[in-house]
């Protein structure tokens, strides 16, 4: 089957600096790309729909200045935390689809403020 | 409003017996509807999904699904489980694949 990259798998940074998470497509390309948080032992809430060539579209209360999302290519989008703080600790997945039908999750990133 | 509820939060079984994993939900209309497992380190996979006909849905690994309209519930079966089975269970739905609503997830605990 498909197969979507995530790098980092972890991280672990200072508070106030900023982290970069990359998701990849490996064989198929992707329009839209999904990017959800996840924290523990809680479901996985969308962030924001990251679409090739433009703007990001937000979830409802996600601050689109601190999650910066670019969609740079068909096959990679990167969701860069702004400014970390603690509070932004969390599991970031993001999820890929070749088709309408089909959508298949990254492996996850661990990010961890200190 | 939308919702999907995963009563269970934490379920254990033994090695070789049978599992249903509840799944309700809440929609305007009839969602599609998905099963999704999540494994440390790994994706999320998904087990199947329904978006119409044979309510009886088939997936990976053995695992079944039924959608009861009446109930509004897809719930997750294996006549009898694995210890590989054990992870974490979402159930999820929307009315397309893009805006997924996901429940909290149910851990399956597997004792030999």
């Known amino acids: 089957g498909a197969v979507v990259s995530q790098h980092p798998s972890w991280v672990i940074c200072k508070s106030g600096t900023s982290v970069k998470i990359e998701c990849r497509s490996l064989?198929?390309?992707?329009?839209?790309m999904f990017w959800y948080r996840q924290f523990p032992k809680q479901s996985l809430m969308l962030m924001a729909t990251?679409?090739?060539?433009?703007?990001?579209?937000?979830e409802q209360g996600v601050e689109k200045d601190k999650f910066l999302i670019n969609h740079a290519s068909l096959t990679l989008s990167t969701l860069t935390v702004t400014s970390a703080h603690p509070e932004d600790s969390s599991f970031y997945i993001c999820?890929?689809?070749?088709?309408?039908?089909?959508?298949?999750f990254g492996p996850g990133t661990r990010l961890t403020v200190t | 409003a939308q919702s999907v509820t995963q009563p269970d939060i934490h379920i254990t079984v033994s090695e070789g017996a049978s599992l249903e994993l509840r799944c309700n939900y809440s929609y305007g209309a009839t969602p599609y509807l998905f099963w999704y497992v999540q494994s440390p380190g790994q994706g999320l996979p998904l087990l199947l999904k329904y978006f119409s006909g044979d309510t009886l849905v088939q997936g990976i690994k053995g695992f079944e699904a039924e959608f009861k309209r009446s109930q509004s519930s897809f719930n997750l079966r294996k006549p009898s489980v694995h210890w590989s089975d054990a992870a974490e269970y979402f159930c999820a739905v929307g009315l397309n694949t893009d805006k997924l609503i996901f429940g909290t997830g149910t851990r399956l605990q597997v004792f030999p």
């Open positions: 064989d198929f390309q992707a329009t839209t």
């Open positions: 999820r890929s689809s070749p088709a309408s039908y089909e959508q298949y």
């Open positions: 990251s679409n090739e060539g433009s703007k990001a579209t937000y």
